[in-house]
């Protein structure tokens, strides 16, 4: 049986193995929780919309579809919606389009269309005498401060024509940002009219929420800004965006390239992750923010709706598709997100995931692990349960407090799933261990041993000691009297039939006083009380043991005579001897390695075993030891006087038990016991015949086992008074006889 400590140190073992490792792998799953966490988060606390806001959406809705038929509109349509826009004094028009191919509803298109006919040809030559639409859009974009889009992709135009210029500081931030192969970007003449080029692209999360924007990529050697980053710089007229990134002046990298620290625009310093990131905290939609294009191209919009702010031209209609998820809604135009992401940056509230996180969060799912292990196997199952639910609300608590106040994204599903993981680890295993060692406890003990002290050692195995130790025991020795003429005669099945019904009461005695059996010797019994828990007051439950086991045989013997005579039979009654001693012994587990038993050994023990042969000689049923005389001396005794027993050379001080405490109290057994003791002080002081006398008469005036003990007395003393002493006499009883 494992002690608690090896069962800790292995259930710890386990636990860690199982649960630790999960912030190294980081399995998708982690990261799908840790997403869900954050997103929550975002909707416990969005970011309120701000009237204010620098940002507005010109949306092509379903009222402006409802105006002007089906997106795409005609360039010329969007020349003069750009054109309105400029004249309304916006600080930039960012497109969320991508007008990647000529315009298919421009008149030229139109009559390309048609069939081979003169008529087609007529038509040709006028509409050549008239500007193609795309130049008519692309001119409107070089009036004003506008940004076009496009998209990094697998496949399409293998060079990106940036607009912008870069300055870094620290490492080269190349090798740190999303990389694409190509771009699928607008046609020629709107970017070299166009002041900005940006790209719309996003990082993709298994569930296509949109959490992560990259604000900086790459195709090739050049750096594509984003769309949003494009309209932030092209606002405040900068020319220039400055990326600083690890071992920069100021950021303590220590030497290891751990990618992009921030970008600046203008005059904003945007802190950024290390692939030059963001985590937009996003506010719900808002209609305050759109803009109908209808209204636009009316003259309806208010001017300062327009002015000084940034304008994302782009889908408000959901038949055209341009649909998106945020962490807040399932559903959300994609100019929209672009529009949050300015106004999470010019207001500064972003999101972030600072890189020394997973690092903290790692260490304090190791302390937390450090702390559920012990407390699970240390404290109380009311204290050890109640830790993990508590522990995991003040993490979940202190991540909430730290997104809501600081916007830091720190990751309470890890730690939590140590505790948890480790919690569940622990307990099963625990669990496990001790129905193992009530098992254990129950086969080695449950027919030797009383069935409290049983239960007792089933709930707290550990306060059993089975290496071996030394305790102060109260041994019983039993052993039945002329058992050979008893079996004479029976055939197997009756001698079974017989030690069975003999034994299980006198068994029952010992259990029910809180008794332990040693062992079943043949008729013999080895019982001790005090192991392998503390027993209180042993001495006097042994000897209460003791009494029921005589009335036990009492009980047998007139059952058994009943049996005799209904079957014709002669009857041989059954008779008991029962020694008692109290002292220091070694208990535990002993045998061989094959097979052991949880046994006594000791002096002591022997010392029990030879007063119950003593108790042949005196002719009485249940004798002790000086020992246990002295640990219950309000019993009803019957001094005995000295003996020495077979294989000791040292006297013991011997006693008969005549009844319990309440006997003792009794007129009878105080005159019995004076009578007794005047015998005993005419034997000490040498008057033998006088001795005798008494021994006579008390054989005649007591009655039940009684009458033997004083009959084999007499003897002794007239023996004595025959046969003479010598001078050095003492009146110590040397037995010969086990």
């Known amino acids: 049986m494992y002690s608690r400590k090896q069962i800790f140190l292995v259930a710890t073992l386990i636990a860690g193995l199982l649960t630790l490792p999960w912030g190294l792998l980081q399995p998708r799953v982690l990261d799908d929780l840790r997403n869900t966490i954050f997103d929550n988060f975002q909707r416990m606390a969005p970011r309120a919309y701000d009237p204010e806001s620098p940002v507005r959406v010109v949306g092509v809705d379903e009222e402006?579809?409802?105006?002007y038929g089906q997106w795409p509109w005609p360039r010329t349509r969007v020349a003069a919606l750009v054109d309105r826009l400029v004249d309304m004094g916006a600080a930039a028009i960012a497109f969320d389009f991508i007008f990647s191919e000529p315009d298919r509803a421009s008149a030229r298109?139109?009559?390309?269309?048609?069939?081979?006919?003169?008529?087609?040809?007529?038509?040709?030559?006028?509409?050549?005498k008239t500007p193609d639409s795309d130049e008519i859009m692309a001119k409107a974009i070089g009036r004003g401060p506008v940004v076009m889009a496009g998209t990094l992709a697998p496949e399409g135009q293998k060079s990106f024509p940036a607009k912008?210029?870069?300055?870094?500081?620290?490492?080269?931030?190349?090798?740190?940002?999303?990389?694409?192969?190509?771009?699928?970007?607008?046609?020629?003449?709107?970017?070299?009219?166009?002041?900005?080029?940006?790209?719309?692209?996003?990082?993709?999360?298994?569930?296509?929420?949109?959490?992560?924007?990259?604000?900086?990529?790459r195709l090739g050697e050049t750096v594509a800004p984003s769309l949003a980053l494009e309209a932030l710089r092209v606002a405040q007229g900068a020319e220039t965006l400055v990326v600083r990134s690890s071992n920069a002046s100021g950021e303590t990298a220590y030497g290891a390239q751990t990618g992009v620290n921030a970008v600046k625009v203008g005059s904003f310093e945007i802190a950024t992750g290390a692939e030059a990131d963001v985590r937009p905290r996003y506010?719900?939609?808002?209609?305050?923010?759109?803009?109908?294009?209808?209204?636009?191209?009316?003259?309806?919009?208010?001017?300062?709706?327009?002015?000084?702010?940034?304008?994302?031209?782009?889908?408000?209609?959901?038949?055209?598709?341009?649909?998106?998820?945020?962490?807040?809604?399932?559903?959300?135009?994609?100019?929209?997100?672009?529009?949050?992401?300015?106004?999470?940056?010019?207001?500064?509230?972003?999101?972030?995931?600072?890189?020394?996180?997973?690092?903290?969060?790692?260490?304090?799912?190791?302390?937390?692990?450090?702390?559920?292990?012990?407390?699970?196997?240390?404290?109380?199952?009311?204290?050890?349960?109640?830790?993990?639910?508590?522990?995991?609300?003040?993490?979940?608590?202190g991540a909430y407090y730290l997104f809501e106040k600081q916007g830091l994204l720190l990751d309470p599903a890890y730690p939590s799933l140590v505790i948890i993981g480790s919690y569940i680890v622990g307990a099963v295993t625990l669990w496990r261990s001790e129905n193992s060692a009530r098992r254990q406890v129950r086969n080695a003990f449950g027919k030797f041993v009383a069935p409290a002290v049983v239960d007792r050692l089933a709930e707290n195995p550990e306060l059993l000691v089975l290496g071996g130790e030394t305790r102060d025991l109260t041994v019983l020795f039993c052993d039945l009297r002329n058992f050979s003429g008893i079996s004479e005669g029976l055939s197997a099945r009756d001698l079974t039939q017989f030690m069975n019904d003999y034994l299980t009461p006198m068994t029952d005695a010992i259990l029910e006083c809180d008794g332990t059996v040693d062992k079943y010797m043949g008729d013999a019994i080895l019982a001790f009380w005090n192991a392998p828990l503390d027993v209180i007051d042993h001495p006097r439950k042994a000897l209460a043991a003791a009494l029921a086991m005589r009335a036990?045989?009492?009980?047998?013997?007139?059952?058994?005579?009943?049996?005799?005579?209904?079957?014709?039979?002669?009857?041989?009654?059954?008779?008991?001897?029962?020694?008692?001693?109290?002292?220091?012994?070694?208990?535990?587990?002993?045998?061989?390695?094959?097979?052991?038993?949880?046994?006594?050994?000791?002096?002591?023990?022997?010392?029990?075993?030879?007063?119950?042969?003593?108790?042949?000689?005196?002719?009485?049923?249940?004798?002790?030891?000086?020992?246990?005389?002295?640990?219950?001396p309000d019993m009803a005794w019957l001094d005995l006087g000295h003996?020495?027993?077979?294989?000791?050379?040292?006297?013991?001080?011997?006693?008969?038990?005549?009844?319990?405490?309440?006997?003792?109290?009794?007129?009878?057994?105080?005159?019995?016991?004076?009578?007794?003791?005047?015998?005993?002080?005419?034997?000490?002081?040498?008057?033998?015949?006088?001795?005798?006398?008494?021994?006579?008469?008390?054989?005649?005036?007591?009655?039940?086992?009684?009458?033997?003990?004083?009959?084999?007395?007499?003897?002794?003393?007239?023996?004595?008074?025959?046969?003479?002493?010598?001078?050095d006499w003492s009146p110590v009883w040397n037995l010969t006889s086990k």
């Open 283 to 397: 506010a719900f939609s808002d209609p305050r923010r759109n803009i109908s294009a209808k209204a636009v191209l009316e003259g309806r919009a208010p001017r300062s709706e327009i002015e000084g702010r940034i304008i994302f031209i782009g889908a408000l209609a959901v038949g055209i598709g341009d649909v998106r998820a945020t962490p807040l809604e399932p559903i959300v135009p994609g100019v929209d997100v672009h529009a949050q992401i300015v106004e999470s940056l010019t207001s500064g509230a972003l999101l972030s995931r600072p890189d020394w996180g997973p690092g903290l969060e790692a260490i304090v799912a190791l302390v937390a692990f450090l702390a559920t292990m012990p407390l699970l196997f240390a404290a109380p199952m009311t204290v050890s349960i109640v830790f993990p639910p508590l522990a995991v609300a003040a993490l979940f608590g």
């Open 552 to 632: 036990s045989l009492v009980d047998f013997n007139v059952a058994r005579a009943r049996a005799a005579e209904a079957a014709g039979r002669q009857h041989l009654e059954a008779r008991m001897g029962c020694g008692l001693n109290l002292g220091p012994c070694n208990v535990g587990n002993m045998g061989s390695t094959r097979r052991f038993d949880y046994s006594i050994l000791g002096d002591n023990v022997n010392l029990a075993s030879r007063l119950e042969g003593a108790s042949k000689a005196f002719a009485i049923d249940i004798i002790v030891s000086g020992a246990v005389y002295d640990a219950a």
């Open 643 to 727: 003996i020495v027993v077979v294989g000791r050379s040292e006297p013991t001080h011997v006693y008969a038990l005549a009844g319990d405490a309440k006997f003792a109290e009794t007129e009878m057994y105080v005159r019995w016991r004076t009578a007794h003791q005047e015998m005993l002080e005419h034997y000490l002081s040498r008057r033998f015949s006088i001795a005798a006398e008494q021994a006579s008469e008390l054989s005649r005036t007591v009655s039940g086992l009684w009458p033997g003990l004083y009959k084999a007395l007499e003897k002794r003393y007239s023996g004595l008074e025959r046969d003479g002493v010598q001078g």
């Open 109 to 128: 298109k139109l009559v390309e269309a048609l069939p081979e006919t003169k008529l087609r040809v007529e038509l040709a030559r006028l509409v050549a």
């Open 164 to 217: 912008v210029g870069f300055a870094t500081a620290g490492d080269d931030p190349l090798p740190f940002l999303y990389a694409f192969p190509a771009a699928v970007l607008p046609l020629a003449p709107f970017i070299e009219s166009s002041r900005g080029l940006g790209v719309t692209n996003w990082i993709s999360d298994r569930d296509l929420v949109v959490r992560r924007v990259p604000l900086l990529m």
């Open 64 to 67: 402006s579809l409802k105006a």
